[in-house]
């Protein structure tokens, strides 16, 4: 007798990379450091005004590309490859982290 029911096969996990990159950014504040030879500013603001702090650098995933599963509510991608994080109430935990 065989089992009349099937398994569904693993929906894919992968979300697409570009719904969790900042683009047209500004830079400010002082540099915190330095990636690929390029400074690290500490504040990066968008087009629409709203702020955002460096948290860290992103994880990478088994692809090489940035790991957007790891970040946490609030955060962001900044390329090549830094992570800011909404700067309000959510980004005190985030903040903390990266000290």
């Not at 088994?62 to 909404?86: C, F, H, M, T």
């Not at 959510?90 to 903040?95: F, L, R």
Request: proline fraction near 5%; avoid cysteine; glycine fraction near 12%.
């Amino acid at each position: 007798m065989r089992n009349a029911f099937r398994l569904a096969p693993k929906q894919s996990r992968r979300l697409p990379t570009e719904y969790f990159i900042l683009a047209n950014v500004r830079f400010e504040g002082q540099v915190v450091g330095y990636l690929a030879g390029r400074p690290i500013r500490e504040i990066a603001t968008d087009g629409g005004g709203l702020r955002y702090q460096f948290v860290g650098v992103a994880a990478r995933n088994v692809a090489g590309g940035p790991d957007v599963q790891s970040l946490r509510k609030g955060e962001w991608i900044v390329q090549p490859g830094l992570v800011y994080a909404s700067i309000g109430d959510d980004v005190v935990a985030s903040a903390d982290r990266a000290a």
